[in-house]
C-alpha cells in the first residue's frame, strides 16, 4: 500500500461507539472522520476523499441500508457494514446492495481492523497485485465487457465505465486468472476476500448474482460466469 494514510469515515449514531472505533483506528495509522447520521455523512464525501465507509446499519431516520442504496452504484467507495448480532437479512441485503463485507456488533477491534485492511488490499488492486499482467495480460474479456486488470476498471462493448465495488473486481480478477478452471467458494473467499468460507457464508453467492447482472444478457441463464452444481463457479470467458 502506499504511505498515504487510508482515511475511514465512520458513521454511527452511537458517539460511544463513533469515539472508539476514532480513537482504535487512529492509533493503527489510518485518519478517522466521523458522521452520526446520513447529512453528516454526505457532507464528509463532499469534504473528503474517503478510501472506505464503516457504516452501521440500525441508525434512527435514514438507516444504513438507505445510505447505503444511494451511494451504489455510482460512487464505488469500499463499504464495510456494522450490523447486529444475528441480522443475517441486513448482512444479505447490504451484500446485495454493494457492501464489500460485514461485521458483527458489537465490534472486536482486532478484526475490525483486518476486514478494514484486506477491503482496502482490494480496492488498491494495482499496488497488491503486481504481477497480474505476467500472469493473465493486462485486460480480460467477460462477454462483451473487458476487464482492465491495471487500472481496475470494467469497461462496455462501448467503452463505458461500468460501476464495479473492490470485492466485485476481486473476484473478476481471479476468475480471469483462472479461466475455465471451477471454483469452490472457499477458494473464491480465499483468493478475493482474504478470509475463510463458512457455510452459512452467501457472500460469494449474492456477489455472482450482482456480477451476472452486469455482464450477463441474460443473468437467469448465465454463459459467462456458470454454477457447477454442487461445486462452485467457472469462468468460460
Not at 469515515?9 to 447520521?37: H, I, Q, S, T
Not at 482490494?122 to 504481477?131: C, F, G, S
Request: charged share 30%; net charge negative.
Amino acid at each position: 500500500m502506499s504511505d498515504v494514510q487510508p482515511k475511514i469515515l465512520v458513521c454511527d449514531d452511537e458517539p460511544d461507539v463513533r469515539d472508539m472505533l476514532r480513537e482504535y483506528l487512529v492509533r493503527r495509522g489510518f485518519e478517522v472522520v466521523v458522521a452520526e447520521n446520513g447529512t453528516t455523512l454526505r457532507a464528509q464525501l463532499e469534504a473528503h476523499e474517503i478510501d472506505l465507509i464503516l457504516l452501521d446499519i440500525n441508525m434512527p431516520g435514514e438507516d444504513g441500508l438507505s445510505l447505503l442504496r444511494g451511494l451504489r452504484p455510482e460512487n464505488p467507495v469500499a463499504v464495510v457494514m456494522l450490523t447486529a448480532a444475528g441480522e443475517v437479512i441486513d448482512r444479505i441485503l447490504g451484500l446485495e446492495m454493494g457492501a464489500d463485507d460485514y461485521l458483527a456488533k458489537p465490534v472486536d477491534l482486532r478484526e475490525l481492523e483486518a476486514r478494514v485492511k484486506a477491503v482496502l488490499r482490494r480496492k488498491r488492486v494495482p499496488d497488491i497485485v503486481p504481477d497480474t499482467s505476467a500472469k493473465v495480460g493486462k485486460t480480460a474479456t467477460f462477454g462483451a465487457f473487458t476487464l482492465d486488470l491495471e487500472a481496475a476498471k470494467l469497461f462496455s462493448e462501448s467503452g463505458e465505465d461500468v460501476p464495479l465495488t473492490a470485492m466485485e473486481f476481486s473476484l473478476l480478477r481471479v476468475f480471469a486468472e483462472n479461466k475455465s478452471r471451477v471454483l469452490n467458494r472457499d477458494q473464491l473467499l480465499e483468493q478475493a476476500h482474504d478470509r475463510s468460507w463458512d457455510p452459512f457464508d452467501r457472500s460469494i453467492d449474492i456477489r455472482i448474482s450482482r456480477l451476472r447482472r452486469k455482464i450477463e444478457s441474460n443473468p437467469q441463464k448465465p454463459t459467462i460466469i456458470r454454477t457447477v452444481r454442487g461445486i462452485g463457479y467457472i469462468y468460460d470467458g
